[in-house]
């Protein structure tokens, strides 16, 4: 059996979905949101996501990771910011030596419902059928969760 974390990165709010691949049968393991404020500083948000998703990984030991790419906002300086949530998650991947694979937001739409363009209540009906246990909270879980699911069917054959 492998388990998968996918992540769903945001400067507020991160998606985390867990599951797990045995004989080509996905299961839902876990999901959850990993909140900041506002008012933090960056480096303060930075830290608390690192922290938080050192708790997750060392809870759930995942053997691969999946997270989605960032695109590029009209606000500049939000996307920046993004970019940073990105790295630090990322990072406390790799301190963890967990391979990680990134995909973009089209290849998991994809993936998950068979159009690049899926709205996300799309996305959440299809993660319902893929993973009918799943109790996502958040359209972040629900991402997040797609994210690994997609990381299983782009990259592995259990």
């Known amino acids: 059996m492998k388990k998968i974390i996918g992540i769903d990165p ?16 996905i299961n839902f393991i876990s999901s959850s949101t990993i909140y900041s404020k506002s008012n933090w500083d960056l480096a ?4 608390h996501f690192y922290q938080e998703l050192t708790k997750i990984l060392d809870q759930y030991n995942p053997d691969i990771a999946a997270i989605e790419e960032t695109f590029i906002n009209v606000n500049p300086t939000s996307s920046l910011k993004l970019g940073h949530v990105r790295g630090a ?3 406390t991947i790799g301190l963890k ?3 990680i694979y990134e995909y973009s937001t089209t290849a998991i739409k994809k993936s ?3 159009v690049g363009r899926a709205d996300k209540g799309q996305m959440q009906m299809m993660v319902k059928v893929l993973l009918p ?13 797609a994210t690994a699911i997609c990381c299983n069917n782009y990259k592995f054959n259990f």
């Open 44 to 47: 303060d948000r930075l830290s």
């Open 97 to 99: 030596n967990i391979k």
């Open 89 to 91: 998650l990322m990072l």
């Open 133 to 145: 246990k799943a109790n996502f909270k958040t359209e972040d879980e629900a991402d997040a969760l």
């Open 10 to 25: 945001g400067l507020t709010k991160t998606g985390i979905g867990i599951i797990s691949v045995h004989n080509n049968q």
């Open 112 to 114: 998950i419902v068979g």
